[in-house]
């Protein structure tokens, strides 16, 4: 009779443990560890036999190398983060909050692909057959040929995908719905999600078809399950968004085939995802010019110029420990933009509260946006609005310095493309200025500090008023 080996694995990490305990020693996790039964046995231990080895031919390192085989998607922002569309034979995991339009999007890119003439099939393991028509009727793609299954066992998915020749694509919503024969835990858990991940896995190498699989999130915006499964598939995207506004961004952060700093710009409506080929102008349209605390930033996204508002709001406190708070970017980096105001400007920040939102929805994580955030910062604190047809970009070190940022050129390109005729940067940045536009390059952070300080209503010379300990 085959046997159940019973373990104790995280359900955050997907480390396994001989007994339980309370704390997870590889993420630190508090009472992440579950019993869970492992694989079954099939053969007995006293007729199983060693195979020996097979040699195989080893290739030189140099040699042609082939592009991988893609199937376009047909909606273009997609097939930018994703370097061209799907890879055949590829694994592909797509994470994001509930709700954010996960499903949505693939379903929209499985009918486009149906009325190109392939083959798609869809299989939902979290609603009726009947639900995911009532979506596809809704954004008008009733009429595409996608063969819809309901099932969340994959020995009979794996089955029903074999009969026929392979399709194009194969979508599963979602993995964390799945379960196989082989192992006897609970569908959801760490052994079951990464043994189904492995089924699907084997048969998209040997059939040729692009897998795609739909994953839930933890409350930490992390994808569920065992991180093994991220490095098992070949892609992990994450569909982001705030529920407050209608942007969606799809983020590559991992991409066997194709970049992983691109972004896909997407808006949700009534009929579906908007795909939006210019976002600087989506992002900008609702600007509120001679506002304080407002400042633009041109960034980059992969290949892409960006400009989006950041917009921070400094007002005095009663506590003792003023509270900072920052949406789309990291809060430890505006701890450190604060440090320096304060250290190398003589920006008294200690006595207020600071407030920090990147317009939109959009995330940050590049640090060029330093001396736009030190900008919107201290306009706030002086009331001294900044010119409304300036950017800023630039990466301020702890000395106080501003220091250059990749890619000038195509920033202040796009700034010019939107009307902006004035930008702020670093020094080093002079030489890739474009025509058209008003340069201030800066050395250090004080300089800025300056000239923004003189602009405030209050008067140049009120500086306790304006925050400041001393001239620098």
Known sequence: MAKAHASFVCQSCGAVYPRWQGKCEACNGWNTIAQEAGAKDSVPAAQRTSRKGRAFRLEPLAGEGEEAPRTPSGI??????????????????????????????????????????????????????????????????????????????????LATLKDAAPPALVVIDSIQTLWTESVESAPGTVTQVRASTQALLRYAKRSGAAVVLIGHVTKDGLIAGPRVVEHMVDAVLHFEGDSGHQFRILRALKNRFGPTDEIGVFEMTGEGLREIENPSALFLSDRHLGSPGTAVFAGIEGTRPLLVEIQALVAPTALGTPRRAAVGIDPNRLSMILAVLEARCGVRLSGHDVYLNVAGGLRIIEPAADLAVAAALVSSLSGAALPGDAVYFGEVSLTGAVRAVPQAAARLKEAGKLGFTRAVLPELGRAEAAEGLKINALATLSALVAEIAARSPRGPRRAADLGFTRDR
């Open 76 to 157: 273009k922002e997609f097939d930018r983060v994703t370097g061209g569309g799907f890879v055949r034979g590829s694994v592909l995991l797509l994470g994001g909050d509930p709700g954010i339009g996960k499903s949505t999007l693939l379903i929209e890119a499985a009918a486009t692909l149906a009325r190109a003439g392939k083959r798609v099939i869809y299989v939902s393991g979290e609603e009726a057959i009947g639900q995911v028509r009532m979506r596809a009727a809704r954004l008008g793609l009733a009429s595409a040929k996608v063969e819809l299954a309901a099932e969340t066992n994959v020995e009979d998915i």
